[in-house]
């Protein structure tokens, strides 16, 4: 069982109450197996209204592995203890210019009707005292795309963790994807996609937002 602090905050402690995804307070009542447990009963559920012979050798285990997959591993992100430690180092070599992490996969949900958000992220900080390794950059992405998510709050979840954790508000999220909710269902537009683009500190200048443009646009494949 988790503190109330921990389900308000669902892990992401150092980011203000309107970026966070919204939970119930029974949100950990649950452990992953009970959870498993009861989405496979519902989705058997949901199978037997649709008509589907649960008895086939082929839908039968269906509900498990649904189950299976929300929990550990579509919305791995919806529970604290997966998230990433994230190891910053000194910044011995005082390297203060911008440092682009681009083209970083995101496999994400919208919270809307369920289905893929799939496209790249963008990141680019100016180090003040702290650097951070590479890859964590990555991992914080996919742990917060692997929650029921809106693209909007996506880019700032990422925004405001790395901003604390550097030390600096000199960070800039810029989100491009694609939404099967869009292109798969309703409008069924096949090539339109969203871009989104938080920032604070100096990419609130335009300078500085366009560098980071720049690099993104002349070297990302
Ligand atoms: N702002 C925002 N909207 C999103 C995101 N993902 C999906 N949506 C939109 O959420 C909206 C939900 O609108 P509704 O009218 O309630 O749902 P709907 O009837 O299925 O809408 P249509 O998709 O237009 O058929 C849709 O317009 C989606 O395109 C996102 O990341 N950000
Ligand atoms: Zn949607």
Same mark, same amino acid.
């Given at each position: 069982?988790? %503190?109330k602090d921990l389900i308000e905050n669902i892990g992401d402690n150092h980011i203000s109450s309107n970026v966070n995804t919204p939970l119930l307070p029974t949100a950990f009542d649950k452990n992953d197996d009970e959870k498993i447990k009861t989405?496979?009963?519902h989705f058997s559920k949901i199978m037997e209204? /649709? !008509?589907? =012979? /649960?008895? =086939?050798d082929s839908l039968s285990g269906t509900p498990y592995r649904f189950a299976k997959m929300y929990v550990k591993e579509l919305f791995y992100g919806l529970n604290p203890e997966n998230k990433p430690k994230l190891s910053v180092f000194e910044n011995k070599y005082s390297y203060n210019k911008m440092l682009v992490e681009q %083209?970083?996969?995101i496999d994400s949900s919208c919270e809307h009707h369920f289905l893929p958000i799939? !496209?790249?992220a963008h990141i680019a900080y100016i180090?003040? =005292?702290?650097?951070? !390794?590479l890859s964590k950059i990555n991992r914080l992405v996919d742990y917060y795309a692997h929650r029921p998510q809106v693209q909007e709050r /996506?880019? /700032?979840q990422i925004l405001k963790d790395l901003q604390t954790i550097l030390n600096t508000e000199d960070v800039i999220v810029m989100i491009a994807a694609k939404h099967l909710c869009v292109s798969s269902r309703g409008i069924k537009d096949k090539d339109s996609f969203t871009t989104t683009i938080e920032y604070g500190g100096c990419f609130e200048k335009k300078a500085y937002r366009n560098e980071f443009l720049n690099i993104v646009n002349n070297t990302t494949k």
């Open positions: 069982m988790m %503190n989405i496979q009963h209204t /649709l !008509g589907l =012979d /649960l008895t =086939d %083209n970083i996969t799939t !496209g790249h180090p003040k =005292d702290k650097v951070i !390794g /996506l880019s /700032l």
